[in-house]
């Protein structure tokens, strides 16, 4: 039973996953390019608040209920891109540090094998 329950769970994942526009847009904000949208993303939640408020009064007003399912997948969706904000600033900041490590480690292997010969116009090693 654990293993039916554990294969639907991984086959809903790779279906949300690889479907759903927002998790779409989520994975490509992940990525190196797309960290630095992450902010701006922060603002797709507005529509997204703004729906489900929608759906919420037209609940008030004597809506179907099934509304509340749309209204809870508005919150969920606002509340991935208002996360994603500040997590895409934490993973740019570590990336950038690891970047700038490497070019550190990098320039001063550099440094290492140029202290000891320059290298003239011609390629020849002068000491």
Not at 102 to 113: A, M, S, W
């Amino acid at each position: 039973m654990i293993r039916l329950i554990w294969a639907a769970s991984v086959h809903t994942r790779y279906f949300l996953r690889r479907y759903m526009p927002t998790n779409i847009l989520l994975d490509l904000i992940r990525t190196r390019r797309g960290l630095k949208w992450g902010i701006p993303a922060m603002l797709l939640a507005i529509p997204y608040l703004f729906a489900a408020t929608m759906c919420r009064g037209l609940i008030e007003d004597g809506g179907p209920g099934s509304l509340n399912l749309l209204v809870l997948l508005f919150i969920y969706n606002a509340m991935k891109f208002t996360i994603m904000g500040p997590v895409s600033l934490v993973l740019l900041a570590r990336v950038r540090l690891r970047e700038w490590e490497q070019r550190q480690r990098r320039d001063q292997q550099r440094g290492e094998v140029n202290d000891g010969a320059r290298i003239s116009v011609d390629g020849a090693l002068v000491h």
